[in-house]
């Protein structure tokens, strides 16, 4: 008898060069077709790359490129390096190019862009390529060399990694979000380097899509592989609105009888508003409440993990009526340009820029140390962006607390760190 698969187990067998479908296991080493290669702009930074182009690319059709991380370009040489993956696009065949004004942070539109599908590989150089997992589909970040391989074969190997299995029950309350359930699993549970994550339980079934692509996006804060959800009713529905209707899904399944190297249980109705502290995420967690009124200077919301509409609503319901705190400069990016031009549909950024706030074009910026924003030596930042660690956002003498995005507005009126519950939708 075959051995029961986890989710993760299953799609990899599936994918296997070798005797697909055979069962893996952990600590096998497994050559596998990957669906989709998503190329980001960071390429122009990698002289191995540019050095070694491949003479041609394996089904161009499969390979996105995003602009995500240099723009708006903010040097010459970076603006230069983008002008050449253009061209390079142009000569491979690469049609699926995703430039600025036209695209965003690439983990969000490629869900958006009907990329992410449940059963599928993804493959891209970022290391929250694990978002993917929010739709069932198992996304992975590789390094350079090995997308030039993907790109030249369309193949590459991972290492089957123990799964860790974390079921949900329960609802969130009002004022709790994705990033808090992350928070609260990195705090008591800690990292698991080199194993996989897997969602379970009742609880998914009242999580939109949003905030399970939070959850998915930061579990690359305690070093999972992968991270997945199942492929329910709200996800597969959330993909054929994305996806050309003769194109067939194949959803991955873990088999009821799965092992697991552990289990975590998290009750959704028993978490509350949380920030992890500088440096680190993994057991470095504490309540809001436990740390209300250390002082800010920064206020980010944004990134791949937390600038989504839904973001962008609550950071509005928090500052309609209230002014930005004089202390305190508060930087809003959207995901994608369509949650852009969603969120100018909605009145959310009249509502923000009215508050004393700056809304940036859709850009990893400010959470990568990149440009639109870096912190200064001294500074002290709440951010729903994905890191904390020292030097992350900017000078390695500033601090960075993470948090969800309504926690961010909440304190960016307070000037310092407040617990939002109470504030959104109530007029001061």
């Given at each position: 008898?075959s051995r ?6 299953r799609?990899l ?10 069962p893996?296991e952990?600590e ?5 077709e990957v ?7 960071m390429?122009?930074?990698?002289p191995e790359f540019?050095a070694h182009?491949p003479?041609?690319?394996h089904?161009p ?7 995500d991380?240099l ?6 040489e970076l603006?230069s ?7 390079l696009?142009?000569r491979w ?11 965003g942070?690439s983990?969000?539109l490629?869900a958006e862009?009907?990329w992410?599908r449940?059963?599928e590989?993804l493959?891209n150089?970022d290391s929250?390529t ?9 996304g992975?970040?590789?390094g350079?060399l090995?997308?030039m391989s993907?790109?030249?074969t369309g193949r ?9 299995r974390?079921?949900l029950?329960?609802h969130l309350a009002p ?7 992350f ?7 800690g990292a698991?380097?080199?194993?996989n ?7 998914i079934?009242?999580l939109?899509?949003?905030t ?10 305690i070093s999972a592989e992968?991270?997945?959800f199942p492929p ?12 050309p209707?003769?194109?067939p ?5 873990a088999?009821p009888?799965?092992?697991?190297a552990?289990e975590?249980r998290v009750?959704?109705s028993?978490v509350?508003?949380?920030v992890a ?9 504490r309540l809001v409440?436990e740390?209300?009124g ?17 973001d962008?609503?609550?950071?509005a319901?928090?500052l309609?009526g209230r ?9 809003v990016?959207?995901t994608?340009?369509?949650v852009?031009?969603?969120a100018?549909?909605?009145g959310l950024i009249?509502t923000i820029v009215?508050?004393?706030?700056l809304v940036?074009?859709p850009?990893?910026g ?5 440009h639109?924003?870096v912190l200064?030596?001294g500074e ?7 890191r904390?660690?020292q030097g992350?956002?900017?000078?390695p003498n ?9 926690t961010?507005a909440a304190?960016?009126?307070a000037?310092?760190l407040?617990d939002?519950r ?7």
């Amino acid at each position: 008898m075959s051995r029961p698969q986890t989710q993760i187990e299953r799609t990899l067998s599936l994918h296997a060069t070798e005797a697909p479908g055979r069962p893996v296991e952990p600590e096998e080493f497994v050559e596998v077709e990957v669906d989709r290669l998503v190329l980001l702009d960071m390429a122009a930074t990698h002289p191995e790359f540019l050095a070694h182009l491949p003479r041609r690319v394996h089904r161009p059709e499969r390979v996105a490129w995003v602009f995500d991380h240099l723009v708006p370009a903010p040097t010459v040489e970076l603006a230069s390096g983008l002008v050449k993956l253009r061209e390079l696009a142009a000569r491979w065949g690469i049609t699926s190019v995703f430039d600025i004004g036209r695209g965003g942070i690439s983990h969000p539109l490629m869900a958006e862009k009907g990329w992410v599908r449940p059963g599928e590989i993804l493959a891209n150089t970022d290391s929250h390529t694990c978002a993917a997992g929010a739709l069932g589909c198992a996304g992975r970040g590789v390094g350079m060399l090995e997308v030039m391989s993907i790109l030249s074969t369309g193949r590459t190997w991972f290492r089957v990694g123990e799964t860790v299995r974390a079921s949900l029950s329960g609802h969130l309350a009002p004022g709790v979000a994705g990033k808090d359930v992350f928070l609260s699993l990195a705090g008591e549970f800690g990292a698991i380097p080199g194993r996989n994550i897997e969602f379970a339980g009742d609880g998914i079934a009242g999580l939109p899509i949003p905030t399970r692509q939070a959850i998915a996006t930061m579990c690359a804060e305690i070093s999972a592989e992968f991270a997945l959800f199942p492929p329910d009713a709200r996800a597969l529905d959330y993909v054929r609105a994305r996806v050309p209707a003769d194109e067939p899904l194949a959803p991955v399944r873990a088999d009821p009888d799965a092992s697991y190297a552990a289990e975590w249980r998290v009750d959704l109705s028993g978490v509350e508003p949380l920030v992890a502290l500088p440096n680190r995420v993994a057991r470095n967690v504490r309540l809001v409440s436990e740390v209300a009124g250390v002082t800010i200077t920064r206020a980010v919301v944004g990134s791949c993990a937390n600038g989504t509409i839904e973001d962008l609503e609550a950071v509005a319901n928090v500052l309609r009526g209230r002014r930005v705190h004089p202390g305190v400069v508060f930087t809003v990016t959207p995901t994608t340009s369509d949650v852009m031009a969603e969120a100018a549909r909605r009145g959310l950024i009249d509502t923000i820029v009215a508050a004393g706030a700056l809304v940036t074009s859709p850009t990893c910026g400010a959470c990568f140390g990149g440009h639109m924003g870096v912190l200064g030596d001294g500074e002290v930042c709440v951010t729903s962006t994905t890191r904390n660690f020292q030097g992350r956002m900017g000078s390695p003498n500033a601090k960075i607390y993470l948090a969800s995005s309504a926690t961010v507005a909440a304190s960016a009126v307070a000037g310092c760190l407040a617990d939002p519950r109470g504030l959104e939708g109530k007029r001061p």
